[in-house]
């Protein structure tokens, strides 16, 4: 089901009103009406999947619809600090964009942490790639790179999680890396092998054969996780090639509320999507599509964001 950015928002202002009357109320009832899932990395991004994975079972267990609406990362932002406390929106996200936000918000200005509520995936790692034919045949061709050249890299959502890779790279290559942004993964892969940027970093999830992914023709440099993917056991480690295991980096897709939602409605969220997450055809569906699917309470989210919140304090300055 998809919310279109009108009718989203005149549900959010009916939640608003509801709220004011019926306050504590209305959160027992959890839900009290339709859900809202929003997200910013696209249409054929993990967010997106995962949300087509575990919409049918949602609205099974908590009886009411539930709909999936894209806006950029800004947008999901604001429109999470003002989203009314009872639930009836949800970010469904990268538990690192909410630390980086707060991480390069302005100074004196701070942020509200967005509520954890469940973690859905295990780590995937990012992978660094470029188009076949490419100069850069290996990682090592980007170290010998004139340090006064600059270098494109291609990415999604540039402003949030995937700073922590800007700010990797730069520290290793050049700090005249130039991220340019595109509004998914399609476009990304477009844009690499047109030549528009020299690189481009994506979830490795997305370049690795499956059953049913059939990865683009591009060259993988690197990948960013702890170990080599068992699929592409050639393709280096961004911490073997620098030689720091610190430089082992994953990210996991989570679902949050707004600041304030009650503990009493995000239990009921987890144990929704636990039982959607545990029918058999979305076990094999998100195997087929190489997602780690694992669903965990806030517990486990708030420990995965501590682990994060040390990458960002190891590679700051973030920044353009």
Same mark, same amino acid.
């Given at each position: 089901?998809?919310?279109?950015?009108?009718?989203?928002?005149?549900?959010?202002?009916?939640?608003?009103?509801?709220?004011?009357?019926?306050?504590?109320?209305?959160?027992?009832?959890?839900?009290?009406?339709?859900?809202?899932?929003?997200?910013?990395?696209?249409?054929?991004?993990?967010?997106?999947?995962?949300?087509?994975?575990?919409?049918?079972?949602?609205?099974?267990?908590?009886?009411?619809?539930?709909?999936?609406?894209?806006?950029?990362?800004?947008?999901?932002?604001?429109?999470?600090?003002?989203?009314?406390?009872?639930?009836?929106?949800?970010?469904?996200?990268?538990?690192?964009?909410?630390?980086?936000?707060?991480?390069?918000?302005?100074?004196?200005?701070?942020?509200?942490?967005?509520?954890?509520?469940?973690?859905?995936?295990?780590?995937?790692?990012?992978?660094?790639?470029?188009?076949?034919?490419?100069?850069?045949?290996?990682?090592?061709?980007?170290?010998?790179?004139?340090?006064?050249?600059?270098?494109?890299?291609?990415?999604?959502?540039?402003?949030?999680?995937?700073?922590?890779?800007?700010?990797?790279?730069?520290?290793?290559?050049?700090?005249?890396?130039?991220?340019?942004?595109?509004?998914?993964?399609?476009?990304?892969?477009?844009?690499?092998?047109?030549?528009?940027?020299? /690189?481009?970093?994506? !979830?490795? *999830? @997305?370049?690795?054969? +499956? $059953?049913? #992914?059939?990865? %683009? &023709?591009?060259?993988?440099?690197?990948?960013?996780?702890?170990?080599?993917?068992?699929?592409?056991?050639?393709?280096?480690?961004?911490?073997? /090639?620098?030689?720091? !295991?610190? *430089? @082992?980096?994953?990210? +996991? $897709?989570? #679902?949050?509320? %707004? &600041?304030?939602?009650?503990?009493?409605?995000?239990?009921?969220?987890?144990?929704?999507?636990?039982?959607?997450?545990?029918?058999?055809?979305?076990?094999?569906?998100? !195997?087929?599509?190489?997602?780690?699917?694992?669903?965990?309470?806030?517990?486990?989210?708030?420990?995965?964001?501590?682990?994060?919140?040390?990458?960002?304090?190891?590679?700051?300055?973030?920044?353009?």
């Amino acid at each position: 089901m998809t919310v279109t950015r009108r009718t989203f928002l005149a549900a959010a202002g009916g939640v608003a009103a509801t709220l004011t009357a019926g306050g504590a109320r209305a959160q027992l009832q959890f839900p009290v009406r339709n859900i809202t899932l929003v997200e910013s990395y696209g249409p054929d991004s993990l967010t997106a999947q995962l949300a087509g994975l575990l919409e049918p079972g949602l609205e099974r267990e908590l009886g009411v619809p539930v709909g999936l609406t894209s806006m950029p990362h800004a947008q999901l932002r604001q429109t999470m600090q003002t989203a009314p406390g009872d639930g009836s929106v949800l970010a469904l996200t990268v538990p690192l964009d909410d630390a980086v936000d707060r991480a390069m918000a302005p100074p004196g200005q701070k942020l509200p942490p967005l509520t954890p509520v469940a973690k859905l995936t295990k780590g995937i790692s990012e992978a660094l790639f470029t188009r076949m034919g490419s100069p850069f045949v290996a990682f090592d061709d980007l170290r010998t790179v004139d340090r006064r050249r600059t270098l494109r890299v291609g990415m999604i959502e540039v402003e949030s999680a995937q700073q922590v890779l800007l700010a990797m790279l730069r520290r290793t290559l050049s700090p005249t890396i130039v991220p340019v942004g595109y509004p998914g993964f399609e476009a990304l892969i477009k844009a690499v092998q047109a030549g528009e940027v020299d /690189l481009g970093v994506a !979830r490795s *999830n @997305a370049l690795i054969p +499956s $059953a049913k #992914v059939r990865p %683009p &023709p591009v060259s993988l440099l690197a990948t960013f996780g702890a170990a080599r993917n068992p699929a592409r056991p050639g393709v280096p480690t961004f911490a073997e /090639l620098t030689g720091q !295991r610190t *430089n @082992a980096f994953t990210v +996991s $897709a989570a #679902v949050f509320g %707004p &600041p304030g939602l009650d503990s009493r409605s995000a239990r009921r969220v987890v144990q929704a999507l636990e039982a959607a997450a545990s029918v058999r055809s979305v076990v094999e569906a998100a !195997r087929d599509l190489n997602i780690p699917l694992a669903i965990a309470g806030s517990d486990l989210l708030s420990q995965s964001m501590a682990r994060e919140a040390r990458v960002i304090d190891r590679v700051k300055p973030l920044g353009p």
